[in-house]
Nanobody, 120 residues
Framework: QVQLVESGGGLVQPGGSLRLSCAAS????????MGWYRQAPGKQRELVAA???????TYRNSVKGRFTISRDNAKNTVYLQMNSLNSEDTAVYYC??????????????WGQGTQVTVSS
């Protein structure tokens, strides 16, 4: 059984920073792409950033230059460093990973979500 556990969300003032973490556990053979999505109230879930197994990254335009995605393959963990936060970043953030399990299966797994609220 593979699980993704997120941490690092919370309340922050505009202009502040947060760092999200998402650790995968279970019988994992390897992890391909890792990503962060977010969903604000009344809106669709959207891709924020993604990173391939080779380290290539992609970001949605609104977070470029402010957010940085990274990964630690030894820890099966993906991070999202968020700087210069503004109210439009308020959402529930979900991690997403494409995982090959030790049992030989492949699937896309989601974290439980962590709330990020940007408010003064």
């Amino acid at each position: 059984q593979v699980q993704l556990v997120e941490s690092g969300g919370g309340l922050v003032q505009p202009g502040g920073s947060l760092r999200l973490s998402c650790a995968a556990s279970g019988r994992i053979f390897s992890i391909n792409a890792m990503g962060w999505y977010r969903q604000a109230p009344g809106k669709q879930r959207e891709l924020v950033a993604a990173i391939t197994s080779g380290g290539s990254t992609t970001y949605r335009n609104s977070v470029k230059g402010r957010f940085t995605i990274s990964r630690d393959n030894a820890k099966n963990t993906v991070y999202l460093q968020m700087n210069s936060l503004n109210s439009e970043d308020t959402a529930v953030y979900y991690c997403n990973e494409d995982i090959y399990t030790a049992r030989g299966t492949f699937g896309t797994y989601w974290g439980q979500g962590t709330q990020v609220t940007v408010s003064s």
